[in-house]
């Protein structure tokens, strides 16, 4: 009995269904927020951003953060870390990390709010915060 057949059609469901991005959404989670996982790399951008931000003293685990519009006016920020911490030590020292970073070195109005996003390294969300007065 071959069984290649079977396995690359195994394959390919498991594929499409990582890739649709699939996600729930409750009042917890609006869908304004995005997905609670990624499997898509992130943009050249956002890469040379993190690497900026490394060069600037900031955490080496962090790969990429892409800045992009969200709701209300208030930036989403989403960062990629190699680090799979999920605990809130580790993601307050994250936070003000960049976020000092971006209104520092870039420039970036933060005044308003913000929402941030950070995926670990298996895609999965790690944190979700809506900092917005």
């Not at 900026?52 to 989403?76: D, F, M, T």
């Not at 913000?114 to 999965?124: N, Q, R, S």
């Amino acid at each position: 009995m071959n069984r290649i057949p079977h396995r690359v059609a195994l394959t390919c469901v498991v594929a499409a269904a990582l890739a649709s991005g699939c996600t729930t959404h409750s009042s917890a989670n609006p869908p304004e927020w995005g997905p609670t996982a990624t499997t898509t790399v992130a943009p050249d951008r956002a890469i040379q951003l993190a690497t900026r931000y490394r060069q600037g003293g900031g955490l080496e685990e962090v790969h990429a953060i892409q800045r992009k519009p969200g709701s209300g006016g208030s930036p989403l920020l989403v960062v990629w870390t190699s680090n799979p911490d999920t605990g809130d030590q580790h993601f307050e020292k994250l936070k003000a990390s960049i976020v000092g970073f971006l209104r520092v070195q870039e420039e970036i109005p933060l005044d308003e709010g913000y929402w941030m996003d950070v995926f670990g390294p298996e895609g999965e969300l790690l944190h979700r915060l809506d900092a917005r007065p």
